[in-house]
């Protein structure tokens, strides 16, 4: 196997051509043998064999994130059959997360960060559960910052979900004014880093900032395989 770099990104990483002599069945085996699960160092300094599983929401299906979304990891099937019952209804959209996401903020001026771009697909299945929702004023719930980057993207003028297949690098921070969710479900997020700004335009920068004095204060579990909270307008 030969890697050739062959341009930049915009979050200092690189893009690669691969050179392979075999299948894409056999190169993607080949990568999966020479990398590991992305779980974060502050975490556990070795990765184990549980993680595979661990390291990955219930309602996956198409490869391209970089790293799991963690508000999805605290939904297990029995959670999401008890909602069920409840009468929420679920809506999936797809935004495969890359590495931008992770990328601390420095830049004084908000405005001059450049997040790279997401694939996303929005369909038109989930578009009519959403707006469903909307036009029948039921709270709609965003799992995650992810979540909220994507259907952030794709909205009417009159605040409507609409259909999306293609790339986003939108950046949510404070003040943001959101189109479609008024419930968000997110992990406690590191310092300086995007995730955390989103947080905080949803939530309010003095709220969101309370809860995380409380989370230091008991000793809450932050980042990946961390705590959850609710945001609620």
């Not at 990955?56 to 979304?69: D, N, Y």
């Amino acid at each position: 196997m030969v890697a050739e770099v062959i341009d930049n990104t915009t979050s200092r990483g690189r893009t690669l051509r691969f050179l392979f002599d075999g299948t894409y069945e056999e190169f993607k085996k080949t990568l999966f043998y020479l990398g590991e699960m992305p779980l974060p160092k502050w975490i556990r300094k070795q990765v184990e064999p549980v993680d595979t599983e661990r390291y990955q929401t219930i309602f996956a299906k198409h490869e391209g994130a970089v790293a799991s979304p963690a508000a999805g990891l605290h939904f297990s099937r029995e959670l999401m059959k008890r909602l069920e019952i409840k009468g929420v209804n679920l809506a999936e959209i797809t935004l495969h997360m890359g590495l931008g996401s992770f990328r601390t903020v420095d830049v004084e001026d908000l405005t001059k960060h450049k997040m790279d771009s997401e694939q996303v697909s929005i369909s038109p299945e989930t578009v009519n559960i959403v707006n469903k929702a909307k036009e029948t004023r039921s709270n709609i719930c965003a799992v995650g910052t992810t979540v909220l980057r994507a259907v952030e993207t794709s909205v009417t003028t009159q605040g409507l979900l609409k259909p999306y297949e293609g790339w986003t690098n939108k950046f949510i921070f404070p003040p943001y004014e959101f189109s479609v969710p008024n419930r968000l479900v997110t992990n406690f997020h590191l310092p300086l880093s995007t995730l955390l700004m989103s947080a905080a335009a949803f939530g309010g920068y003095n709220h969101v900032m309370h809860a995380y004095e409380i989370a230091v204060k008991e000793k809450y579990r932050f980042g990946s395989y961390g705590d959850a909270m609710i945001i609620m307008e």
